[in-house]
């Protein structure tokens, strides 16, 4: 690109800037630099990471093999790092982004705890401006979205949360000083992905722990190993097959549905298949399974009955299992947290559970909580209560397009895009995994998305064109299509944050959030809109 004609800068201080330095914000500096682009990005924190640098509560750790989700577009970055764990843990991940940044050396435009207050799009210069918190502001002609689907923690709407005296942490806000469980009485209030991981581990110390559980979740064992000296050549060299299999498969992970359906094979077969599936490493009891049982009622329940006799053979308290079993959705229907030991947890004398269904946290006081029939004293509360999930992240920020449109005002009812990577009305505009995006193994959406919106970038300056918008006609088309690719899913029939809901945030409605369709497809329509010359697209 640095033989083409120079960018026109008039009046702007970068090409393009990125809001947030995590996995996407990373490499899309790193593509850009690469096309000779000016370019900044704006990170709220003091350090690079995004969801591993802010997610730092004991026991966060991937659920998606290390190896598949790694940066793959660099074999250097490949060769010399080695993952000590099949799935690793935050601080691993944390050091490994670190290393990408070092090595790329992305720091030196990167502005760090710049929080992003505003974004307004000028209609007579065609420009962005971008406002932090501290009122300094910058301007260029393109802006990238690089906020993460899960980055804006909700803590639950009980009266008194300020009141209490003793310590208290959101999982997604967790500090960077080490926290001591030991000897104190401590609550979760919530039981979601990151309260599975956290009450594993703050169970081994805590001198009590209470659970209070709204929502039950189904959980799956991960099964997770070191990887020995010995293995890590092998690994290594799988390198390109583990990324073409996740080239190939319907959410990128390295597992993929069984192309049998469950209610076609003998009850000895389908138990065979679920032991396995139970019994082996990771996602494939959700990814892997047999492809009826996320669109056909009978078989999703013969899956949650197969796991429900788990949970009750796991813990020895038939009424503490009975809690923790399901009963307002199926097996998989929800992101499913993988966990180690955790329903063992609950045979601890030092570990209660709380239904806050049937006896609701009524409010937090100095000393504790009360609920609808009990007081508890504590020395601290976490609060695993998850995040205003796609949209809560944009939600934040006042974004403002053409003609002064705000996004809330556009997403009215729901998101709106084109490929999960436009919105109309406002130009210049790119989403990082964004709403109607694939999402699935998360950094493979990603390195997807980076290097689209790259090549579209690439090719307007090769044009002299300094506007892309997204057409009325073309946003219809997508939203279409992302709707008909969930029609016939459970998933969508059932309140979660893939389907835009969140009490904690207000939001109690369920919307068309996420595209549900497989990664291939998704990318090959997006291929076709490239290799077409972006004639879905208004550029000018």
Request: glycine share 8%; with cysteine; proline share 5%.
């Amino acid at each position: 690109m640095n033989e083409k004609a120079p960018l026109d800068r008039s009046g702007l201080d970068y090409d393009v800037i990125i809001i947030g330095a995590g996995i996407s914000g990373m490499y899309q500096l790193h593509k850009l630099r690469g096309l000779g682009m000016k370019v900044l990005v704006l990170e709220a924190g003091t350090g690079v990471g995004g969801t591993w640098y802010w997610n730092r509560y004991p026991g966060a750790r991937f659920d998606s093999e290390s190896y598949s989700y790694a940066y793959s577009f660099d074999q250097e970055l490949l060769d010399e790092w080695d993952w000590s764990e099949h799935f690793a843990a935050q601080p691993e991940t944390l050091r490994y982004l670190n290393h990408v940044a070092d090595k790329l050396d992305l720091r030196r435009d990167i502005r760090f705890s710049s929080r992003v207050a505003a974004a307004h799009f000028d209609d007579a210069g065609q420009a962005w401006t971008i406002t932090l918190e501290s009122g300094e502001a910058y301007r260029s002609r393109f802006m990238v979205t690089a906020i993460g689907p899960l980055s804006s923690p909700t803590l639950p709407r009980i009266p008194g949360i300020e009141e209490f005296k003793g310590e208290s942490f959101h999982t997604g806000l967790w500090p960077k000083d080490p926290v001591s469980f030991e000897g104190k009485r401590v609550a979760v209030v919530g039981t979601g992905a990151t309260g599975v991981q956290t009450i594993q581990e703050v169970a081994k110390t805590a001198k009590t722990l209470t659970v209070f559980q709204r929502r039950p979740n189904w959980c799956a064992p991960l099964h997770n190993a070191k990887i020995t000296p010995e293995e890590q050549p092998a690994l290594k060299a799988r390198y390109p097959e583990i990324f073409q299999r996740c080239r190939e498969t319907f959410a990128c992970f390295l597992h993929t549905p069984d192309p049998r359906n469950a209610l076609e094979v003998s009850d000895a077969e389908r138990t065979a298949f679920w032991e396995m599936r139970y019994n082996e490493p990771g996602f494939g009891i959700w990814q892997g399974n047999f492809r009826d049982v996320m669109i056909d009622r009978t078989a999703n329940r013969m899956l949650s009955d197969f796991v429900a006799g788990k949970i009750r053979e796991r813990v020895t308290d038939p009424e503490t299992a009975e809690k923790l079993i399901p009963t307002d959705h199926g097996f998989g229907t929800r992101r499913v947290p993988l966990e180690t030991k955790y329903y063992e947890v609950y045979n601890q004398p030092n570990v209660r559970l709380v239904d806050a269904i049937s006896t609701p946290i009524e409010r937090i006081t100095p000393d504790g909580l009360e609920t609808s029939d009990e007081t508890f004293g504590f020395d601290m509360i976490i609060y695993a209560t998850g995040f205003d999930a796609i949209t809560g992240s944009f939600d934040r920020i006042d974004i403002r397009g053409a003609e002064g449109q705000t996004l809330k005002e556009r997403w009215a009812g729901g998101p709106k895009t084109f490929l999960g990577m436009m919105v109309e009305g406002f130009p210049n505009m790119f989403m990082l995994v964004g709403p109607h995006t694939a999402l699935g193994n998360i950094p493979r959406s990603i390195e997807y998305n980076v290097e689209w919106v790259a090549g579209l970038l690439d090719h307007m300056h090769g044009r002299d064109l300094t506007c892309a918008a997204a057409t009325a006609e073309a946003v219809t088309d997508w939203t279409e299509t992302v709707r008909r690719a969930g029609a016939d899913l459970l998933s969508n029939e059932v309140d979660s944050w893939m389907t835009g809901v969140n009490r904690n945030a207000g939001k109690t409605e369920r919307v068309l959030a996420r595209y549900s369709g497989s990664a291939v497809a998704f990318r090959e329509r997006c291929d076709a809109v490239a290799a077409d010359g972006y004639r879905e697209i208004r550029l000018a």
